[in-house]
Protein backbone atom coordinates (compact mmCIF):
# COMPACT_ATOMS: atom_id res chain seq x y z
CA UNK A 1 0.00 0.00 0.00
CA UNK A 2 1.95 3.18 -1.24
CA UNK A 3 1.79 6.13 0.91
CA UNK A 4 3.01 8.22 -2.29
CA UNK A 5 1.25 7.58 -5.41
CA UNK A 6 3.15 8.68 -8.89
CA UNK A 7 2.02 9.26 -12.49
CA UNK A 8 2.65 8.34 -15.19
CA UNK A 9 4.32 5.21 -14.67
CA UNK A 10 6.10 5.97 -18.42
CA UNK A 11 6.23 9.59 -20.61
CA UNK A 12 7.81 10.28 -24.28
CA UNK A 13 8.24 13.96 -24.93
CA UNK A 14 10.43 15.42 -27.96
CA UNK A 15 12.85 17.76 -26.87
CA UNK A 16 12.50 20.88 -26.08
CA UNK A 17 9.00 19.66 -24.57
CA UNK A 18 8.03 20.02 -20.85
CA UNK A 19 7.40 16.30 -18.96
CA UNK A 20 4.71 16.87 -16.01
CA UNK A 21 5.32 14.33 -13.67
CA UNK A 22 2.53 14.02 -10.31
CA UNK A 23 2.76 12.67 -7.42
CA UNK A 24 0.16 12.41 -4.66
CA UNK A 25 0.20 11.81 -0.88
CA UNK A 26 -2.06 11.13 2.06
CA UNK A 27 -0.15 11.36 5.50
CA UNK A 28 -0.26 15.25 6.39
CA UNK A 29 2.76 14.81 8.49
CA UNK A 30 4.90 14.66 5.54
CA UNK A 31 7.20 17.45 5.60
CA UNK A 32 9.85 16.97 3.18
CA UNK A 33 8.86 16.22 -0.52
CA UNK A 34 12.31 15.32 -2.88
CA UNK A 35 12.52 14.17 -6.03
CA UNK A 36 15.50 11.99 -7.33
CA UNK A 37 16.79 11.11 -10.56
CA UNK A 38 18.07 7.69 -11.79
CA UNK A 39 20.18 6.76 -14.86
CA UNK A 40 20.63 2.64 -15.50
CA UNK A 41 23.11 1.22 -13.69
CA UNK A 42 22.95 3.93 -10.92
CA UNK A 43 21.96 4.53 -7.67
CA UNK A 44 18.94 7.40 -7.02
CA UNK A 45 20.58 10.98 -7.15
CA UNK A 46 18.45 13.74 -5.07
CA UNK A 47 17.69 16.14 -8.14
CA UNK A 48 15.35 18.90 -6.09
CA UNK A 49 13.47 18.97 -2.84
CA UNK A 50 10.35 21.36 -1.55
CA UNK A 51 9.13 21.63 2.18
CA UNK A 52 5.82 22.84 2.21
CA UNK A 53 6.26 26.20 3.33
CA UNK A 54 6.69 27.53 -0.15
CA UNK A 55 4.75 26.52 -3.10
CA UNK A 56 7.29 26.41 -5.97
CA UNK A 57 11.00 25.66 -6.37
CA UNK A 58 13.30 25.97 -9.39
CA UNK A 59 16.46 25.07 -9.81
CA UNK A 60 17.29 25.01 -13.44
CA UNK A 61 15.24 23.95 -15.69
CA UNK A 62 13.51 21.95 -12.53
CA UNK A 63 10.78 22.95 -10.71
CA UNK A 64 8.73 21.20 -8.26
CA UNK A 65 5.10 23.15 -7.24
CA UNK A 66 3.60 21.98 -4.47
CA UNK A 67 -0.60 22.03 -3.90
CA UNK A 68 -0.34 21.55 0.33
CA UNK A 69 -4.89 21.58 0.33
CA UNK A 70 -4.75 18.69 -2.73
CA UNK A 71 -1.53 17.14 -0.80
CA UNK A 72 -0.21 16.91 -4.83
CA UNK A 73 3.60 17.81 -5.58
CA UNK A 74 4.90 17.60 -9.08
CA UNK A 75 7.69 17.98 -11.06
CA UNK A 76 8.36 19.74 -14.43
CA UNK A 77 11.23 19.60 -16.74
CA UNK A 78 11.76 23.04 -18.36
CA UNK A 79 13.05 22.35 -21.92
CA UNK A 80 14.10 18.84 -21.73
CA UNK A 81 16.88 17.41 -22.98
CA UNK A 82 17.99 13.61 -24.02
CA UNK A 83 19.98 13.86 -21.29
CA UNK A 84 17.63 13.99 -18.71
CA UNK A 85 16.39 10.57 -20.21
CA UNK A 86 15.78 8.63 -17.16
CA UNK A 87 13.32 7.17 -14.31
CA UNK A 88 12.48 9.91 -12.05
CA UNK A 89 11.03 8.83 -8.27
CA UNK A 90 8.85 11.30 -5.83
CA UNK A 91 8.97 10.76 -2.25
CA UNK A 92 8.22 12.35 1.08
CA UNK A 93 9.44 12.07 4.78
CA UNK A 94 8.53 13.68 8.25
CA UNK A 95 12.34 13.77 9.56
CA UNK A 96 11.69 10.92 11.75
CA UNK A 97 11.62 8.10 10.01
CA UNK A 98 13.02 7.14 5.83
CA UNK A 99 11.99 8.38 3.08
CA UNK A 100 8.66 6.47 1.31
CA UNK A 101 9.32 6.73 -2.62
CA UNK A 102 6.42 6.62 -4.93
CA UNK A 103 6.41 4.00 -7.96
CA UNK A 104 8.29 5.74 -10.53
CA UNK A 105 8.20 7.32 -13.90
CA UNK A 106 10.26 6.43 -16.49
CA UNK A 107 10.79 9.77 -18.84
CA UNK A 108 12.07 9.20 -22.67
CA UNK A 109 13.38 12.90 -24.30
CA UNK A 110 13.54 12.28 -28.23
CA UNK A 111 15.95 13.97 -30.34
CA UNK B 1 36.19 5.79 -4.92
CA UNK B 2 32.39 5.45 -4.49
CA UNK B 3 30.95 6.76 -1.13
CA UNK B 4 28.73 4.51 -0.86
CA UNK B 5 29.85 0.55 -1.76
CA UNK B 6 27.74 -1.58 -2.11
CA UNK B 7 29.15 -5.71 -2.55
CA UNK B 8 28.59 -7.89 -4.60
CA UNK B 9 27.07 -6.21 -8.09
CA UNK B 10 25.55 -8.92 -8.86
CA UNK B 11 24.78 -12.35 -7.42
CA UNK B 12 23.04 -15.78 -8.59
CA UNK B 13 21.45 -17.98 -5.98
CA UNK B 14 19.38 -20.57 -5.65
CA UNK B 15 15.81 -21.03 -3.36
CA UNK B 16 16.56 -21.89 0.60
CA UNK B 17 20.16 -20.02 0.06
CA UNK B 18 21.46 -17.61 2.74
CA UNK B 19 22.35 -14.85 1.05
CA UNK B 20 24.47 -11.14 2.45
CA UNK B 21 24.46 -8.34 0.96
CA UNK B 22 27.11 -5.99 2.27
CA UNK B 23 27.64 -2.03 2.22
CA UNK B 24 30.15 0.44 3.65
CA UNK B 25 30.23 4.24 3.13
CA UNK B 26 32.96 6.63 3.80
CA UNK B 27 30.63 9.76 4.05
CA UNK B 28 30.84 9.64 7.82
CA UNK B 29 27.14 9.41 8.16
CA UNK B 30 25.69 8.20 10.89
CA UNK B 31 21.64 6.87 8.91
CA UNK B 32 22.03 4.00 6.44
CA UNK B 33 19.13 2.02 4.73
CA UNK B 34 18.53 -0.99 2.41
CA UNK B 35 15.85 -0.24 -0.37
CA UNK B 36 14.75 -2.76 -3.00
CA UNK B 37 13.52 -1.73 -6.34
CA UNK B 38 11.20 -3.03 -8.53
CA UNK B 39 9.90 -2.25 -12.19
CA UNK B 40 6.36 -0.26 -11.21
CA UNK B 41 6.76 -0.78 -7.23
CA UNK B 42 9.26 2.18 -7.13
CA UNK B 43 11.72 1.78 -4.07
CA UNK B 44 10.79 0.17 -0.96
CA UNK B 45 11.93 0.40 2.53
CA UNK B 46 13.50 -2.79 3.76
CA UNK B 47 15.25 -2.04 7.13
CA UNK B 48 17.11 1.16 8.32
CA UNK B 49 19.08 2.25 11.21
CA UNK B 50 19.69 5.77 12.65
CA UNK B 51 22.94 4.67 14.64
CA UNK B 52 24.43 1.52 15.84
CA UNK B 53 22.18 0.73 18.12
CA UNK B 54 19.39 1.32 16.74
CA UNK B 55 17.59 -0.59 14.07
CA UNK B 56 14.22 -0.34 12.93
CA UNK B 57 11.89 -2.40 10.25
CA UNK B 58 10.50 -0.84 7.21
CA UNK B 59 7.44 -1.21 5.05
CA UNK B 60 9.10 -4.73 3.78
CA UNK B 61 11.08 -6.30 6.49
CA UNK B 62 9.67 -9.94 6.55
CA UNK B 63 12.62 -12.42 4.92
CA UNK B 64 15.30 -10.15 5.98
CA UNK B 65 17.17 -9.16 8.28
CA UNK B 66 20.37 -6.60 9.15
CA UNK B 67 23.50 -5.98 11.25
CA UNK B 68 25.19 -2.68 11.21
CA UNK B 69 28.77 -3.92 12.50
CA UNK B 70 29.88 -0.42 12.51
CA UNK B 71 28.68 3.35 11.93
CA UNK B 72 30.03 2.56 8.25
CA UNK B 73 28.55 -1.04 7.36
CA UNK B 74 25.63 -2.38 7.40
CA UNK B 75 24.79 -5.29 5.62
CA UNK B 76 21.46 -7.21 4.18
CA UNK B 77 20.53 -10.33 5.00
CA UNK B 78 18.40 -13.09 3.23
CA UNK B 79 18.03 -15.67 5.90
CA UNK B 80 16.45 -18.70 2.84
CA UNK B 81 16.02 -16.69 -0.47
CA UNK B 82 13.02 -17.33 -2.30
CA UNK B 83 12.42 -16.01 -5.72
CA UNK B 84 9.93 -12.84 -5.62
CA UNK B 85 13.10 -11.68 -3.61
CA UNK B 86 14.53 -11.60 -6.93
CA UNK B 87 15.36 -6.99 -7.18
CA UNK B 88 17.55 -4.64 -7.50
CA UNK B 89 18.75 -3.76 -3.73
CA UNK B 90 20.29 -0.43 -2.74
CA UNK B 91 22.13 0.23 0.05
CA UNK B 92 22.19 4.45 1.33
CA UNK B 93 22.96 7.14 3.72
CA UNK B 94 22.82 10.10 5.16
CA UNK B 95 23.52 12.48 8.08
CA UNK B 96 21.45 13.94 10.97
CA UNK B 97 23.15 16.77 10.78
CA UNK B 98 22.37 17.35 7.64
CA UNK B 99 19.39 18.10 4.85
CA UNK B 100 17.87 14.32 4.74
CA UNK B 101 19.46 14.05 1.25
CA UNK B 102 19.91 10.09 0.51
CA UNK B 103 23.29 8.68 -0.97
CA UNK B 104 22.45 5.70 -3.24
CA UNK B 105 25.11 2.92 -3.85
CA UNK B 106 25.27 1.47 -6.92
CA UNK B 107 22.98 -1.53 -6.56
CA UNK B 108 23.14 -5.44 -6.21
CA UNK B 109 21.29 -7.27 -8.87
CA UNK B 110 20.01 -10.43 -6.87
CA UNK B 111 18.64 -13.01 -8.54
CA UNK B 112 16.68 -15.96 -6.85
CA UNK B 113 16.29 -19.28 -9.29
Known amino acids: QQQVKQSPQSLIVQKGGIPIINCAYENTAFDYFPWYQQFPGKGPALLIAIRPDVSEKKEGRFTISFNKSAKQFSLHIMDSQPGDSATYFCAADTGRRALTFGSGTRLQVQP | DADVTQTPRNRITKTGKRIMLECSQTKGHDRMYWYRQDPGLGLRLIYY???????NKGEISDGYSVSRQAQAKFSLSLESAIPNQTALYFCATSSSRGDEKLFFGSGTQLSVL
Open chain 2, 49 to 55: SFDVKDI
